[in-house]
């Protein structure tokens, strides 16, 4: 969970209203450093 947060806080865009956006790292693509990480599929 520490990886997604530090990722949050790296990547993340905060608008006003405090809208927090993620879109830009977490959405529909794959990110392999964060899927090899957490899979247990292999």
């Given at each position: 969970m520490i990886f997604l947060e530090d990722r949050i806080r790296k990547d993340g865009k905060v608008y006003p209203g405090n809208i927090l956006k993620v879109?830009?790292?977490l959405n529909h693509q794959i990110?392999?450093?964060v899927s090899g990480r957490?899979?247990?599929y292999r």
């Open positions: 879109d830009s790292f990110d392999i450093a957490h899979s247990t």
